[in-house]
């Protein structure tokens, strides 16, 4: 029941957008308060998790929900939903055609996102998340231009090859463990995966998994397999910006966390964390550097998520501690990230442009989004009371713990550069005055209350971490490094 919640409220919004012609803002709506049901279907999942219990459903129990699923499940689910209440089709200034595609697609963007973490089937897992490149692919140019376009096909483009070479790692792994298990749907089990590991041949596991860490590593942002990520984070409408950066590079990294317990279990420790923890040092260093020289703020926001997907990675390679750390701050990031880009979405339609040095004055035209833009943006490049402080200080002192103080000292060296780039741009588009054509004052006032509740919840997670986040933290760790 729980999975039913979880899954077809999202097929439901795309079927009623496809059928209802002409477009009408109710679809918008009807829309809207369906996107809350997955959100209740992840908080019951939560709790079944904490209970010890792990839900399952479907043939040969396709569907399983374990912490890792359940953290995912959740952030995909929230940020889907703000992107169902804040995106094209509820009264605003979209044409029908556009809300209507949007509404479409959107939908079974987030439900492909929430099959491929919740399913326990490598394979289902893999389609899954090639479907989420066709779903979003198609919204990149909701606004129709030479930019936009381009965008798209090298998005689908860079992504598909990525997914390809990701496809041939698991079938790299899948004829080993095969002749362990049986050519069944039981050897594409991760559970199976996991549990007859220490027989398969580790050599043959290392090739695959470095195809499957470059493969999803493409679309998670993973440097060097990053390039699509800037134009199509850029180009796209600010609610699919959210979604892209807020929960896609996450499901991504998933699949790449989901086969680094699988190769640990198989090659022992110290492989797949040193590879991982290399990509990120060197995602982390292009993200870092490529903030400085920004000089559009959705690009600026994109290069950023580049360098906090170079974050988790490099905690994956730091032991225990290190993951608790990657994942409260991929859980940070989805939440930070995500309102930043609609933040940046109701800018960019009051300038009507995405050059920093076009918006000046901010906090004078438009003072409440002003202020969560810079508290957005205050919290992403981590500083307190933000959960991210939080994650960053965990993964430094996991580090440490861990005896990796060069790669901590050059991390610390990189975050440094990023701080200064983004506080010298933050600086120029909040002061200064605001151009002549650009009219003061806020509209829309409601949908700055989910993102001030996106805020708050960042300042609760730079506070302390709730007992129930721990909890399921802790769990995920013991899952990953057991």
């Known amino acids: 029941m729980i999975f039913a919640l979880l899954l077809l409220p999202g097929l439901a919004s795309a079927l009623l957008a496809l059928v209802v012609r002409p477009y ?40 399983r929900a374990d912490a890792l699923s359940t953290l995912l499940a959740f952030c995909v689910s929230v940020v889907g939903a703000l992107a169902a209440w804040l995106g094209p089709g509820l009264g605003d200034g979209w044409n029908g055609g556009q ?54 096909w090298k998005y689908i483009l860079i992504g598909s090859v990525g997914i390809a070479l990701a496809f041939a790692g698991t079938v790299l792994a899948y004829f080993d463990f095969s002749t362990l298990v049986g050519r069944d749907t039981a050897a594409l089990s991760w559970v199976v995966l996991r549990d007859v590991a220490p027989a398969l041949n580790p050599r043959v596991l290392e090739l695959g998994f470095v195809f499957i860490l470059i493969g999803y590593g493409t679309k998670a942002g993973v440097a060097p397999m990053h390039t699509w990520l800037p134009d199509a984070h850029s180009e796209a409408p600010a609610a699919l910006s959210a979604m892209l950066s807020g929960v896609l590079l996450a499901v991504a990294l998933y699949a790449i966390v989901r086969w680094q317990t699988v190769v640990r279990a198989a090659v022992g420790h110290g492989f797949a964390e040193n590879v991982i923890g290399l990509l990120g040092v060197l995602s982390l260093a292009i993200g870092a550097l490529s903030l400085v020289a920004q000089r559009n703020y959705k690009r600026l926001l994109a290069y950023s998520s580049i360098e906090h997907t170079g974050l988790i990675c490099v905690g994956l390679g730091l032991g225990p501690l290190g993951v608790f750390a990657s994942m409260l701050h991929l859980l940070n990031h989805s939440v930070a990230k995500s309102m930043m880009f609609l933040l940046a979405g109701r800018v960019l339609l009051r300038y009507r ?130």
């Not at 996107?35 to 129990?61: F, I």
């Not at 929430?114 to 779903?135: P, R």
Request: with cysteine.
């Open 24 to 63: 009408r803002a109710a679809v918008g709506g009807i829309n809207a308060a369906l996107s809350l049901v997955p959100v209740g279907a992840a908080v019951a999942l939560w709790r079944e998790v904490l209970a010890g219990r792990v839900p399952v459903a479907g043939p040969d129990d396709v569907l």
């Open 353 to 482: 442009t995405a050059e920093i040095d076009g918006v000046t004055g901010l906090l004078r035209v438009m003072p409440w989004t002003g202020g969560l833009f810079a508290a957005g943006m205050l919290a992403v490049i981590g500083l307190p009371p933000f959960g991210m402080f939080v994650s960053e200080f965990a993964l430094v002192r996991a580090g440490f713990a861990g005896d990796r103080s060069v790669t901590i000292a050059l991390v610390l060296a990189l975050l440094a550069v990023g701080f200064v780039g983004v506080l010298a741009h933050l600086n120029r588009m909040l002061y200064g005055p605001p151009p002549s054509a650009v009219s003061v004052g806020e509209r829309g006032g409601w949908a700055l209350v989910p993102l001030g509740a996106c805020l708050a919840a960042l300042v609760v997670l730079g506070l302390a971490v709730p007992p129930a986040v721990h909890d399921l933290l802790t769990r995920i760790v013991g899952i990953v490094t057991p």
């Open 99 to 152: 809300a209507r595609r949007f509404r479409i697609f959107a939908n079974l963007f987030t439900v492909t996102m929430l099959f491929a973490v919740t399913t326990d089937n490598v394979g289902f897992m893999w389609v899954a998340i090639e479907a989420t490149t066709i779903t979003s692919a198609l919204l990149i140019p909701l606004h129709a231009s030479k930019a936009s376009v381009e965008a798209s």
